[in-house]
């Protein structure tokens, strides 16, 4: 088992930046790819960005490429989304969530393939 907690959400204004942390403790020892999704109201959970264990591969959702970073630091167990250049449009509840894989340099892209998730932190952009 796999717990994750995520930290950093908060109120920002438009064009600003904030940076989430995701600390995960438990079995950590294997191979996991980390993913950031988030959920506006009314909406469905949408993928926002995914890191291999490696930290070598990423992927981002059009939406956010280019003004959103993700990292991760293996040492400390802490997976990163640093977002510049918010908009309105990126409020949501932002989960991060991971997922045992096999390979170093693997990463997911769909919800149902991450089995552990974080409780989730709120993230809200005023224009």
């Known amino acids: 088992q796999v717990q994750l907690v995520e930290s950093g959400g908060g109120l920002v204004q438009a064009g600003g930046s904030m940076r989430l942390s995701c600390a995960a403790s438990?079995?950590?020892?294997?191979?996991?790819?980390m993913g950031w999704f988030r959920q506006a109201p009314g909406k469905e959970r949408d993928f926002v960005a995914a890191?291999?264990?490696?930290?070598?591969?990423?992927y981002y959702a059009d939406s956010v490429k280019g003004r959103f970073t993700i990292s991760r630091d293996n040492a400390k167990n802490t997976v990163y989304l640093q977002m510049n250049s918010l908009k309105p449009e990126d409020t949501a509840v932002y989960y991060c969530?991971?997922?045992?894989?096999?390979?170093?340099?693997?990463?997911?892209?769909?919800?149902?393939?991450?089995?552990?998730w974080g409780q989730g932190t709120q993230v809200t952009v005023s224009s």
């Open positions: 969530a991971a997922g045992k894989t096999y390979s170093t340099g693997f990463y997911y892209l769909n919800a149902y393939e991450y089995p552990y």
């Open positions: 438990g079995r950590t020892s294997s191979y996991y790819a």
């Open positions: 890191i291999s264990w490696s930290g070598s591969n990423t």
